[in-house]
């Protein structure tokens, strides 16, 4: 299957900034999730948005999802060192067998 | 939410040789997912392992390249057998969740990272 885009690649900040990171797909879906990846280790679920739903928030994270344009975004506030790590988006369309992953935005918070 | 302990978390390896890769769960699944990250790359899922029966594979994958085990709903294992230095990458290990948790999202193991001279 295809994947999703994700822009930007990378991104850098300074502690304390926002980060906005930019999703796309391409089929239907039925939710869209977001994933962390630190370094060389698994993926942890962050936040998952359900088709009929435009806006959720979890903590410092606030999650947009506009099926018209086929698109996500995923906004930190108040980012912190600590949250340097890889971003993926995870489009669904039933099981999580069918889950289709982003390319990834490398977001690194400067100190 | 699943607990998974995966093994090695990394080794490096000669061209040739085949790695067992090691999943458990901390709970009975009835999937479990075996997924290839190539440097610098997002994820894409290789097999789905079921117990009792054999694994499913996704388009470009194969049993004879990345024969799969699950003996029972906790535990599972993915070959990646005779190495050439294309199958650098992380392999990862993953499950949507146990009991009555959600099946929509994944829960992922700490991966292991294969190098192959």
């Known amino acids: 299957s295809q994947q999703g885009e994700e822009d930007p690649q990378a991104l850098s900040i300074q502690e304390g900034e926002n980060a906005t990171m930019n999703c796309s797909y391409k089929t239907s879906i039925n939710n869209l999730q977001w994933y962390r990846q630190n370094s060389g280790r698994g993926l942890v679920h962050l936040i998952l948005?359900?088709?009929?739903?435009r806006e959720k928030h979890s903590g410092r994270l606030r999650v947009t999802l506009d099926t018209s344009k086929k698109s996500s975004s995923l906004l930190i506030t108040a980012s912190r060192a600590a949250d340097t790590a890889s971003y993926f988006c995870?489009?669904?369309?039933?099981?999580?067998?069918?889950?289709?992953f982003g390319s990834g935005t490398q977001l690194t918070v400067l100190p | 939410s699943a607990v998974i302990s995966q093994k090695p978390s990394r080794d490096i390896c000669q061209r040739g040789t085949s790695l067992t890769i090691q999943c458990q769960v901390d709970?009975?699944?009835?999937?479990m997912f075996w997924y290839r990250q190539q440097p610098g790359q997002s994820l894409t899922l290789i097999a789905t392992a079921n117990q009792g029966s054999e694994a499913t594979y996704e388009s470009g994958f194969v049993i004879d390249k990345f024969p799969i085990s699950r003996p029972n709903l906790t535990f599972s294992t993915l070959t990646v057998s005779n190495m050439s230095p294309e199958d650098s990458s992380i392999y990862l290990c993953s499950v949507d969740g146990a009991g009555g948790a959600s099946n929509e999202k994944l829960f992922f193991g700490s991966g292991t990272q294969l190098s192959v001279l």
């Open positions: 995870a489009s669904g369309s039933g099981s999580a067998r069918q889950l289709t």
């Open positions: 709970s009975q699944v009835t999937m």
């Open positions: 948005i359900r088709s009929n739903e």
